[in-house]
């Protein structure tokens, strides 16, 4: 598949110009740590379980893995791509918008979730987000990545965008 600039762009270079340690203390930083500690809304936890099955427990470390996805998203010069079950947690907390506000206000500016079908040009693979990922927090949940793509795949997950 021919992909579009960006899109090749990203998966040359997914660490986006940054170094692995770069990432890490940009992740690492009082803007991420306010971020990171933004803490779910327990219907949101709750419910998800409930839709979905999981353990409340496995939906908290789900939660942290999209606030991780999303942060990371809204530093770099890439539009990140999801996994399955990182997508479907983002869809959860997008429904608790004044919640999902206050965190997207907490990294920058609102984060736009933009499907696009998996085969779109614009559409990035799932392994530069997971070399991506990796560089910046160190091994991912095996439960959370690597996975299949979400059910559409994402154009972007940028703060501000």
Same mark, same amino acid.
């Given at each position: 598949?021919?992909?579009?600039?960006?899109?090749?762009?990203?998966?040359?270079?997914?660490?986006?110009?940054?170094?692995?340690?770069?990432?890490?203390?940009?992740?690492?930083?009082?803007?991420?740590?306010?971020? +990171?500690?933004?803490?779910?809304?327990?219907?949101?936890?709750?419910?998800?379980?409930?839709?979905?099955?999981?353990?409340?427990?496995?939906?908290?470390?789900?939660?942290?893995?999209?606030?991780?996805?999303?942060?990371?998203?809204?530093?770099?010069?890439?539009?990140?791509?999801?996994?399955?079950?990182?997508?479907?947690?983002?869809?959860?907390?997008?429904?608790?918008?004044?919640?999902?506000?206050?965190?997207?206000?907490?990294?920058?500016?609102?984060?736009?979730?933009?499907?696009?079908?998996?085969?779109?040009?614009?559409?990035?693979?799932?392994?530069?987000? +997971?070399?991506?990922?990796?560089?910046?927090?160190?091994?991912?949940?095996?439960?959370?990545?690597?996975?299949?793509?979400?059910?559409?795949?994402?154009?972007?997950?940028?703060?501000?965008?």
């Amino acid at each position: 598949m021919a992909y579009t600039d960006k899109v090749q762009r990203f998966i040359d270079d997914p660490l986006c110009g940054f170094t692995a340690e770069q990432l890490q203390e940009r992740v690492s930083g009082e803007l991420a740590k306010v971020a +990171l500690a933004h803490e779910p809304e327990d219907f949101l936890i709750e419910k998800f379980c409930q839709d979905y099955g999981h353990s409340e427990a496995d939906a908290r470390s789900l939660f942290e893995d999209v606030k991780k996805f999303l942060f990371l998203g809204s530093i770099v010069a890439a539009s990140p791509a999801p996994s399955y079950w990182i997508d479907q947690m983002w869809h959860a907390f997008i429904l608790f918008t004044k919640d999902y506000a206050d965190f997207c206000n907490k990294v920058g500016g609102f984060i736009h979730h933009r499907p696009l079908p998996q085969t779109s040009e614009a559409q990035p693979p799932l392994d530069p987000t +997971l070399t991506l990922m990796t560089a910046a927090y160190g091994p991912l949940s095996e439960q959370h990545w690597p996975a299949p793509m979400g059910a559409f795949g994402i154009m972007d997950c940028k703060a501000g965008v």
